[in-house]
């Protein structure tokens, strides 16, 4: 695998009335996912325009990092099977870094 660093920019519309338990599950999302051996960020950010409109964005030390993270419990429990039904959409894109 390629040993770049690998960023990580999800785009979610969350269902409306539920933002609250969005943000709730992704803080512990967020406390178990910056513990993770090749994590270098992970945060997220809300629209100013709409507050339903989170945008997440993480940092991995390489491909390897980023296959451990979507394997780890907390991902498959808390983003998965608990946060993904309430989004209307989501949209994933990997990134390397230009410059």
Same mark, same amino acid.
């Given at each position: 695998?390629?040993?770049?660093? !690998? %960023?990580?920019?999800?785009?979610?519309?969350? +269902?409306?009335?539920?933002?609250?338990?969005?943000?709730?599950?992704? +803080?512990?999302?967020?406390? +178990?996912?910056?513990?993770?051996?090749?994590?270098?960020?992970?945060?997220?950010?809300?629209?100013?325009?709409?507050?339903?409109?989170?945008?997440?964005?993480?940092?991995?030390?390489?491909?390897?990092? !980023?296959?451990?993270?979507?394997?780890?419990?907390?991902?498959?429990?808390? !983003?998965?099977?608990? !946060?993904?039904?309430?989004?209307?959409?989501?949209?994933?894109?990997?990134?390397?870094?230009? %410059?």
């Amino acid at each position: 695998m390629d040993q770049k660093n !690998v %960023f990580v920019h999800a785009k979610w519309q969350v +269902k409306e009335g539920k933002l609250d338990i969005v943000l709730q599950l992704m +803080k512990e999302a967020r406390e +178990k996912s910056v513990q993770e051996e090749g994590n270098l960020l992970y945060t997220l950010h809300q629209s100013q325009e709409d507050q339903n409109t989170i945008i997440l964005y993480e940092g991995y030390v390489d491909a390897n990092a !980023v296959e451990m993270h979507r394997n780890s419990e907390h991902y498959k429990t808390i !983003v998965l099977e608990q !946060v993904v039904p309430l989004l209307e959409n989501r949209e994933v894109i990997l990134m390397n870094r230009l %410059f």
